[in-house]
């Protein structure tokens, strides 16, 4: 939603044509526009840096797992991305040389990914600024409001997750 003129069309339609509560129902288009605002804010920043928000996190990924290697299926589960946009991710890593893929040593079927020496490198020198952008966010929140914030979170996640259960 990109407009609160548009928050307001939809309140009043909600309220007029479904009688639905239009408050709630703006509250929610309101929270879901300021989450996608974040990722976007985020998705700027690192697209001036030539990648994107779910290469970091598969980068991040594979740089802290124990073994270093991990198959596509595995990383998209940690990093909650489907199998096919993990595909077109790990393309995108290789092509920046920052990740390779083997065969599997085990299953000829599979592969398993690892960060290339410079992408080791990439991702240990960006981490630490990352984790300071992070701290400085959430230091200026208070720990109850990260406690409810959580809480709330976990709770809209839950509901979510209930409701498309239900739809299947």
Partial sequence: MASFALLDRISSYAQSHCSLDA?????????????????????????????????????????????GVMTPADLSDEVSLSRSAMTSALDSLEKLGYARRSPHPSDRRMFEISLTDSGRAYIAGWLPERYKKFILIMESISSEERELLLRTYRKVFEILQNQFDSCS
Avoid: T
Wanted: glycine content about 4%; hydrophobic content about 45%; aromatic content about 4%.
């Fill in 23 to 67: 408050a709630l129902l703006r509250s929610g288009f309101e929270l879901m526009h300021l989450n996608r605002m974040i990722e976007q804010l985020a998705e700027d920043k690192l697209a001036e840096c030539g990648i994107n928000l779910r290469l970091v996190e598969i980068l991040e990924c594979l740089f802290h797992h124990p073994e």
